[in-house]
C-alpha cells in the first residue's frame, strides 16, 4: 500500500477501500510507468 501512496499520492484510507485486484491493478500499472521511465533514461 505505501507503494501506491507514494507514487500515486492517494491517502492510505482510500487506498484500503480498493478490492484486492483494484490494488494490484494499480501496482501493475505504477510497474509500468517506472518500466518506461527507465527506459526513457537509457536512451
Not at 491517502?11 to 485486484?21: K, N, R, T, V
Not at 494490484?24 to 536512451?43: G, K
Amino acid at each position: 500500500m505505501a507503494y501506491i501512496a507514494y507514487h500515486f499520492h492517494w491517502s492510505i484510507d482510500d487506498i484500503l477501500d480498493m478490492e484486492h485486484e483494484e490494488r494490484h491493478t494499480w501496482l501493475r500499472e505504477i510497474a509500468r510507468i517506472n518500466r518506461e521511465i527507465n527506459e526513457a533514461r537509457q536512451r
